[in-house]
C-alpha cells in the first residue's frame, strides 16, 4: 500500500514538473518569435506609413492644383489623418512646400548619406519629391510637395498631427491670387 502511494505521488510530481518545463519553453518559444519578429513588423509600419502618406500628398497636390486652374472662388473639402510624423505647411520667405517627415530605424528603400545629416539622392515621383538621411541610428525620411514659383500657398496651419477636416480654396485678396489650405 505504501508503495502505490509513493508511486501515485511521483505520477503527480512528475506532471507538475511536466507542466512547469512545457510553460517555460512556450514563453522562451513566444520571446523568441516576439523579438525576431517586432522590428520586421515595425518596418511593414513604417512603410505602410510612407505608402498612406505618399498617396495623401498626392491627393493634396491634385487638389491644389484643381483649385488653382478653376480660379478664385474653387475650393475642396479635404480629410486628413496624420498618425505619425510631422506634417507641415511652409510659406513663409521663398518657402512654398508641404512636407511629412518620418525617423524610421530602417532604410525602408529609399537611400540616405553615408554619414550622419548627409542627403541621399533626390527621387522624384511626379511633382512629389523624397529624401533620406541619416540621423544618429535612423534615418530621417521626408516627402515633400514644393510650389514655390508655381503656385501661391497660405495656410494657418503650420504643423498637423490627427485628423482635420482640411478647405482648399483659390482666393484673391489685393488683387493676389492664392490658393489657402484652412481648417474646415
Request: hydrophobic share 40%; charged share 30%.
Amino acid at each position: 500500500m505504501l508503495r502505490r502511494q509513493r508511486s501515485t505521488r511521483c505520477k503527480k510530481g512528475q506532471i507538475w514538473i511536466s507542466a512547469a518545463l512545457y510553460t517555460a519553453l512556450g514563453l522562451i518559444l513566444i520571446t523568441l518569435i516576439l523579438s525576431v519578429g517586432m522590428p520586421f513588423v515595425n518596418k511593414i509600419k513604417d512603410r505602410n506609413t510612407i505608402l498612406q502618406t505618399k498617396n495623401i500628398l498626392f491627393e493634396v497636390d491634385k487638389l491644389v492644383r484643381e483649385v488653382d486652374l478653376e480660379g478664385v472662388g474653387s475650393r475642396r473639402p479635404f480629410f486628413v489623418d496624420i498618425g505619425e510624423g510631422d506634417f507641415l505647411i511652409k510659406n513663409e520667405g521663398a518657402e512654398e512646400k508641404i512636407i511629412w517627415t518620418l525617423i524610421s530605424k530602417e532604410k525602408l528603400g529609399i537611400e540616405s548619406g553615408n554619414s550622419v545629416g548627409e542627403l541621399g539622392p533626390l527621387i522624384e515621383e511626379g511633382s512629389l519629391k523624397i529624401q533620406s538621411k541619416k540621423v544618429g541610428q535612423g534615418f530621417e525620411i521626408s516627402l515633400w510637395l514644393d510650389y514655390k514659383d508655381i503656385i501661391d500657398i497660405e495656410s494657418n496651419l503650420k504643423q498637423l498631427s490627427g485628423q482635420y477636416n482640411l478647405i482648399i480654396e483659390h482666393r484673391q485678396t489685393g488683387g493676389n491670387d492664392y490658393v489657402e489650405i484652412r481648417e474646415g
